[in-house]
């Protein structure tokens, strides 16, 4: 599976951006996509993911702002952010599970300043 992301920037806080990830490859029906992302100096951390029949998962320090949705149809995951902080500053990646394995895009960075 292949993972191609896009739409990260540079933006002002309390802006928003959007960003797509269209998987292709050896999809398979049951799977779940999401993102992720990596602070300067921190860990990798859920942001939000959701499954093919649409059920989601969001991480608190996001929830009202962002908003996950794919299209089945397109294999194609996206996240909206809305109401930047500049605590979400941090390389966005791309996330496919499908049959046991994960796989993971080539990260998107996401720039919020104040």
């Known amino acids: 599976v292949q993972l191609q992301a896009s739409g990260g920037g540079l933006v002002q806080a309390g802006g928003s951006l959007r960003l797509s990830c269209a998987a292709s490859?050896?999809?398979?029906?049951?799977?779940?996509m999401g993102w992720y992302r990596q602070a300067p100096g921190k860990e990798r951390e859920l942001v939000a993911i959701i499954t093919n029949d649409g059920y989601t998962n969001i991480a608190d320090s996001v929830k009202g702002r962002f908003t996950i949705s794919r299209d089945n149809g397109k294999n194609t995951v996206y996240l909206q952010m809305n109401s930047l902080k500049p605590g979400d500053t941090g390389i966005y990646y791309c996330?496919?599970?499908?049959?046991?394995?994960?796989?993971w895009g080539q990260g998107t960075l996401v720039t919020v300043s104040s």
């Open positions: 490859g050896s999809i398979v029906r049951i799977n779940r």
């Open positions: 996330n496919y599970f499908g049959s046991g394995r994960d796989y």
